[in-house]
């Protein structure tokens, strides 16, 4: 069984803080991507790490890629209300199947 | 990006319907997978679906609780048969986005069985 184990699940910050969030597997992964869902909204994605030891930047938010391939995480800085929404991290296996995490619902407050 | 329209957006059913989720792309798309998103829970696979053949299940779903048309390369249909209660959730459809590696996603389906 696959299984991809994303931590925190809940976390409610004040504007301004920093955050990070994990997910972690025993399982190699031909990439990893990160989503993050609204309310009444299909996932978006975010970013997708292919190669072990890639960082990624988007505009705050920093994504790491394991060197094993197994394990990724999304750092956020400075965090914004309008950071708020529940973040999926995901395990791409071939041909299409993505495993999610159990997501991480972020509450940012002004 | 492929464009999903899916609906309906949301509906309530009483136990022991069914029900009947359309995804619309606006390209063609070999394989459509479809999800569930249990209440406060994240997204598990329910089936891929293959134009010209039969669906995919995964493990825990089978094709006589969630039977899946995919007549052509644009649509695909989910069912959801006989409801319970225990069927209230968040349907999505989604196919690859052609960009980055990563999938497109409608904006899914709230069903809630009374």
């Known amino acids: 069984t696959q299984l991809l184990e994303q931590s925190p699940q809940f976390l409610s910050i004040q504007e301004g803080e920093n955050l990070t969030v994990y997910c972690n597997s025993s399982?190699?992964?031909?990439?990893l991507q990160w989503y993050r869902q609204e309310p009444g909204e299909g996932p978006v994605l975010l970013v997708t790490v292919v190669t072990g030891g890639e960082v990624k930047k988007l505009k705050r938010l920093t994504f790491q890629f394991g060197d094993a391939r197994k394990d990724s995480s999304l750092h956020i800085t400075a965090a914004q209300p309008g950071d708020t929404g529940l973040y999926l991290c995901a395990g791409a296996f071939p041909p299409g199947k993505l495993i999610f995490g159990q997501g991480t619902t972020l509450q940012v407050k002004p | 990006s492929a464009v999903i329209s899916q609906k309906p957006s949301r509906d309530i059913c009483q136990r022991g319907t069914s029900l009947t989720i359309q995804c619309q792309v606006d390209s063609q798309v070999t394989m459509m997978f479809w999800y569930r998103q249990q209440p406060g829970q994240s997204l598990t696979l329910i089936a891929t679906?293959?134009?010209?053949?039969?669906?995919?299940?995964e493990s825990g779903f089978v094709i006589d609780k969630f039977p899946i048309s995919r007549p052509n390369l644009t649509f695909s249909t989910l069912t959801v048969s006989n409801m319970s209660p225990e069927d209230s959730s968040i349907y999505l459809c989604s196919v690859a986005s052609g960009f980055d590696y990563g999938y497109t996603f409608g904006s899914g389906t709230r069903l809630t069985v009374v």
């Open positions: 679906a293959n134009q010209g053949s039969e669906a995919t299940y």
């Open positions: 399982s190699v992964f031909s990439s």
